[in-house]
Every structure is written in structure tokens, then in C-alpha cells.
């Protein structure tokens, strides 16, 4: 059970080779010429791991025959561990031993098993099943888009149970374990001993059971986790009141929330930006892309962005039906408290120009430290181009990147251009129009 006589059989094997009784010829009476014997123990070894025992068996297997200078599975499997680029066993037919013996090899190479990312062997649920004891161990996994089911869901969270404290980042995104396999993923996250900072669920079909389920096991244990990805799932503004609590917690640290395209209204919207307003100092990343809060959720964000204590860095509200009432409160909000933000996307709301004159405004204030800004298809015409230009002209130094794309700035578009690139000052390095 604790591993002594295997540890044992490995030293007793080891003592077999004659290289190694040269070594100790001072302690041993008498050698003798092993070599058939250690052949046959070899075969005997390999035919139990092509029975498929567990993969603790095959490991220690594989170490036997380590000790019996015996590398002729290993190197079977070698050839496609070096092929580079990703899916280097895509189509490749292994047999259990293979399995085995590609797991021990992995084990015990030389390469950095900090991070495990199964797209870099085959996106399918046999490699992750047969890995699982190469994932075990690793603090950074990624499983994104690996086609994983319920069966590969249950396996993993199982693994990852065993051995909590190492983790602290999972991918999961873009598979499909629904309500009930992130119900198996709380069970790891309520574990006191789970450290994990970064959790990204993006399109795993999460509605508002399998919200409710993660919340609950976050708010069990929220003291480590820095980034979340609920991007694309389903929540609603009832599993965003879940979320809101978690956010009030005084324990959560949480640094980077992303919520794009979840079915958040205004009433989610309220929610959650009270929750923010009540621990505003962790959160410096927002997206809220692809939402409905309107002009009054803008309003209450706005509120937000005002308090001195809110650090936001970068907000992202890419078509949220921003009306010229929510726009006119954001900037206002952001020109009181300019100094943390860095980035900015407002793309696709429709502030025409009249709205971009007021983002001038900010980006005149010398305290504005914006370098990213995404303006694109914002119904900008030749009035706010110029309005633009004037602006970034007696503030240029901060901004490098300005995205407009989708307007029609006109003639103005080609002097915006012009003013910024001649300005020595001007650290812009991308400006698409």
C-alpha cells in the first residue's frame, strides 16, 4: 500500500545486472551471469502491462524495466512524442501498453510538466482518459474544444479530486458537460485543499442549475480564485444574482470577470454592479459584451467606475444597446476617476457623433491613461473623427491602439492619420479605420 515493496522488487531487479554486481563484487560472495534470466523477466513484465493494469501498475512496471535496461516499449512510443505541432497522436492506433508506456515516458522526460494541454496529442476522450495520470500532477490544465463527455468529465474530476492542491488553472471551455458535470466540478472547487486562481468555463452549455452549483462551491471556498470565463453560457439574471453574492463576499479576490453573452439584463445588470460597488478594489478586468443592460445598467455601472476605490483596468461592452442617456453617464463617470483605466471597447453601440464628442473629452484630460480603444461601427461621421483627432493631438502619448472600423469618417479619417503619425509624441501602433 505504501509503495515499500515495490520499491523492493525495483532494487532487487536492479541488483540482477552484472554491471551492478561488479559495482558491489565487495559485498556479494558470489555473481553470477543473469542475462537469460533478466530476458524472460523482461517478457513476463511487458506481457503485464499488455494486460492493461491499473496505470499506478504500469507505471511501477515501467520502472522495473527501467532497472532491467529494458527501453524497447518506450522507445515504440518515442517516435510520436517527437513530432512537434499539435494532435501528434491524431489517428494513431495505440495499444494499451503503448498507453502505458507513453504515460511513463511522459512522466519521467525531461519536458516541463507544469502546463498539460491535450490538444498538443489528439482532441479525444481516449487520450484524455489514458493521460489522466500525466494531468494529475500538472498546475495548468487545458482542455478546451476536446470533444470531453460525461464519462471523460466524470474521470477527470475524479483525478483532479485526488490531488487538489496543485491546480491553479482549468481550462474546460467549449465542451459540453452541462448542468450536471459542473456540478461534478464544484465538488473540487468546495475543496478546502483546491487552490485553483483561474477557471474558464466559455461554452459549456452552464444554464442556471449548473450556475447555482458552481456559485455555491466559489462562495464555499472563495479566497484563490482571480479569473473567471462564463462566456457563452447561459446563466441569465437569475444565475448573475448567484454570482452577485459571491462577489460581495469580503474573501473574493476575484481580478478578471468575463460574462460576454450571457443572457444579462438589467436586472442582472443592477445585480451585479451592486455587488461590485460593495468590494469594488480587487476587479481590474469587465466584460459585459453582448448583454442588454441598457442606458439605466449603464447608469449603475457608471456609478461604479466613479468610486475612487474601483481599480477596473479594462471594460469591455461591446454591443450592449448603449443610448446616448448611458453613454452621456459612462464618460462623465470615467472623466472623474480616469487614471486606472487602459482599455476600452465600446464597438457596436450607436453614440453617433454626439457620443464620440464626449469620449474627446476624456481623452483630452491629461490624468486618461487609456492605450486601447475600440470604437467600431459607432455610426461616427466627420464630425467626431475630428472631434477625435483634436483630442488625441493634445493628449497623444498614451494611446497605441484605435479601432474604428465600420464608420465613415470620411476625409477626417485620412487626417486623423495624418495628425497622429506626424506627431512625435504619438505612440499609436495600430489605427484601423
Known amino acids: 500500500e505504501n509503495g515499500c515493496w515495490d520499491l523492493f522488487l525495483r532494487f532487487l531487479l536492479g541488483l540482477s545486472l552484472e554491471s551492478n554486481q561488479t559495482l558491489l563484487q565487495g559485498l556479494l560472495r558470489k555473481t553470477v551471469s543473469s542475462s537469460d534470466i533478466n530476458q524472460e523477466t523482461a517478457a513476463y513484465?511487458?506481457?503485464?502491462?499488455?494486460?492493461?493494469?491499473?496505470?499506478?501498475?504500469?507505471?511501477?512496471?515501467?520502472?522495473?524495466?527501467?532497472?532491467?535496461?529494458?527501453?524497447?516499449?518506450?522507445?515504440?512510443?518515442?517516435?510520436?512524442?517527437?513530432?512537434?505541432?499539435?494532435?501528434?497522436?491524431?489517428?494513431?492506433?495505440?495499444?494499451?501498453?503503448?498507453?502505458?508506456?507513453?504515460?511513463?515516458?511522459?512522466?519521467?522526460?525531461?519536458?516541463?510538466?507544469?502546463?498539460?494541454?491535450?490538444?498538443?496529442?489528439?482532441?479525444?476522450?481516449?487520450?484524455?482518459?489514458?493521460?489522466l495520470p500525466v494531468i494529475k500532477p500538472s498546475r495548468k490544465i487545458d482542455l478546451s474544444s476536446c470533444y470531453i463527455t460525461q464519462k471523460g468529465w466524470s474521470a477527470l474530476i475524479s483525478a483532479l479530486r485526488s490531488n487538489p492542491s496543485h491546480l491553479t488553472e482549468l481550462n474546460l471551455s467549449h465542451n459540453t458537460p452541462g448542468d450536471s458535470g459542473v456540478k461534478l466540478l464544484s465538488a473540487l472547487l468546495e475543496d478546502p485543499h483546491c487552490k485553483l486562481k483561474k477557471l474558464r468555463l466559455c461554452g459549456c452549455s452552464i444554464g442556471e442549475e449548473g450556475c447555482a452549483a458552481l456559485i455555491s462551491a466559489l462562495r464555499s471556498n472563495p479566497s484563490h480564485l482571480t479569473e473567471l470565463n462564463l462566456r457563452g453560457n447561459t446563466p441569465g439574471d437569475s444565475g448573475v444574482k448567484l454570482l452577485s453574492a459571491l462577489l460581495e463576499d469580503p474573501h473574493c479576490k476575484l481580478e478578471k470577470l468575463e460574462l460576454y453573452n450571457c443572457s444579462i439584463g438589467e436586472e442582472g445588470c443592477a445585480a451585479l454592479i451592486s455587488a461590485l460597488r460593495s468590494n469594488p478594489s480587487h476587479l481590474t478586468e469587465l466584460n459585459l459584451s453582448y448583454n442588454t443592460p441598457g442606458d439605466s445598467g449603464v447608469k449603475l455601472l457608471s456609478a461604479l467606475l466613479e468610486d475612487p476605490h474601483c481599480k477596473l483596468k479594462k471594460l469591455r461592452l461591446w454591443d450592449c444597446s448603449i443610448g446616448e442617456e448611458g453613454w452621456s453617464a459612462l464618460i462623465s463617470a470615467l472623466r472623474s476617476n480616469p487614471s486606472h483605466l487602459t482599455e476600452l471597447n465600446l464597438s457596436c453601440n450607436k453614440p453617433g457623433d454626439s457620443g464620440v464628442k464626449l469620449v474627446s473629452a476624456l481623452l483630452e484630460d491629461p490624468h486618461c491613461k487609456l492605450k486601447k480603444l475600440w470604437l467600431s461601427y459607432c455610426s461616427i461621421g466627420e464630425e467626431g473623427c475630428a472631434a477625435l483627432i483634436s483630442a488625441l493631438r493634445s493628449n497623444p502619448s498614451h494611446l497605441t491602439e484605435l479601432y474604428l472600423i465600420g464608420n465613415t469618417p470620411g476625409d477626417s479619417g485620412v487626417k486623423l492619420r495624418s495628425a497622429l503619425l506626424k506627431n512625435p509624441h504619438c505612440k499609436l501602433k495600430k489605427l484601423l479605420i
Request: overall charge neutral.
Open 45 to 131: 513484465i511487458k506481457q503485464k502491462i499488455r494486460e492493461n493494469p491499473s496505470p499506478e501498475k504500469s507505471i511501477n512496471l515501467f520502472h522495473c524495466l527501467n532497472e532491467l535496461n529494458d527501453r524497447s516499449l518506450q522507445q515504440e512510443v518515442q517516435t510520436y512524442l517527437n513530432i512537434t505541432g499539435v494532435s501528434r497522436l491524431s489517428g494513431v492506433s495505440l495499444s494499451a501498453a503503448q498507453w502505458s508506456a507513453l504515460v511513463f515516458v511522459l512522466l519521467n522526460s525531461q519536458q516541463d510538466l507544469d502546463e498539460f494541454k491535450l490538444r498538443k496529442y489528439d482532441r479525444s476522450e481516449e487520450c484524455l482518459l489514458r493521460l
